[in-house]
């Protein structure tokens, strides 16, 4: 079945890198996606790479695929407290319907 | 920009109520979707539209309903709200036809923080 899994929580300090991981099941997922949950708010797509792709790379945000492992990944260089969030993974399986992670705790500390 | 708004960011109701979420999004979208998000369960489906009057059971779709008799509406209800449906409800929306092969971005409204007691 279709299943995503990312660990619950990860604390960094101001200005480190923080990296998020994901594993997902469906090989035949098309878009692979990260959104954003900010405190009191809904989901915001944050990046999303295409299934086709190793790496893509977008100012902070480096995401890297790895088909083979069925593994993804969200690094965000230089962490702010505004990076503070519950980050979750998805994928597509198919036609519109997107399976999503149980959601990454990020919390910076200055 | 597309807006996806929600009815209420807070609501309280008895056991056994009838609850109605609203969620109305203003891109003219095709596909309308109801989550529930629970610590450390993330979003789970609970039903989908991809058209007027269609609908599509989630995950989860036991004790709910859905309605969508105007495209840019899309409702949840509780027929008979329990105390195991207290919970975050998020409401999104997307453009794609679904196609598998597009990006099928979904855009979410600010959710609805449900308490049954």
């Known amino acids: 079945g279709e299943d995503v899994e990312q660990s619950l929580f990860l604390s960094v300090r101001e200005g480190d890198s923080s990296v998020i991981n994901c594993t997902y099941t469906?090989?035949?997922?098309?878009?692979l996606y990260w959104y954003k949950q900010e405190p009191g708010a809904g989901l915001q797509l944050l990046t999303y790479?295409?299934?086709?792709?190793d790496m893509k790379q977008d100012q902070r945000l480096t995401v890297l695929l790895n088909k083979k492992d069925k593994h993804l990944s969200l690094r965000i260089a230089d962490t702010q407290t505004g990076d503070s969030a519950i980050y979750f993974c998805?994928?597509?399986?198919?036609?519109?319907?997107?399976?999503f992670g149980a959601g990454t705790i990020l919390r910076v500390k200055s | 920009d597309v807006k996806v708004t929600q009815s209420s960011r807070y609501l309280v109701k008895r056991t056994g109520e009838k609850v109605f979420l609203e969620c109305v999004q203003d891109?003219?979208?095709?596909?309308m979707f109801w989550y529930r998000q629970d610590p450390g369960l993330g979003l789970r489906l609970i039903y989908f539209?991809?058209?007027?009057?269609?609908?599509e059971k989630g995950d989860i779709p036991e004790g709910y309903s859905v309605s969508r008799e105007k495209k840019e509406r899309f409702s949840l209800i509780l027929e008979s709200a329990s105390t195991n449906q207290t919970s975050m409800y998020l409401c999104?929306?997307?453009?794609?036809?679904?196609?598998?092969?597009?990006?099928?971005?979904?855009?979410f409204g600010p959710g609805t923080r449900l308490t049954v007691l």
């Open positions: 790479i295409f299934s086709n792709m």
């Open positions: 469906d090989s035949s997922s098309t878009y």
């Open positions: 539209s991809y058209d007027v009057k269609m609908k």
């Open positions: 891109m003219d979208h095709e596909n």
């Open positions: 999104a929306s997307s453009l794609s036809p679904g196609l598998g092969s597009l990006l099928d971005e979904q855009f």
């Open positions: 998805a994928e597509t399986v198919y036609g519109n319907k997107l399976v």
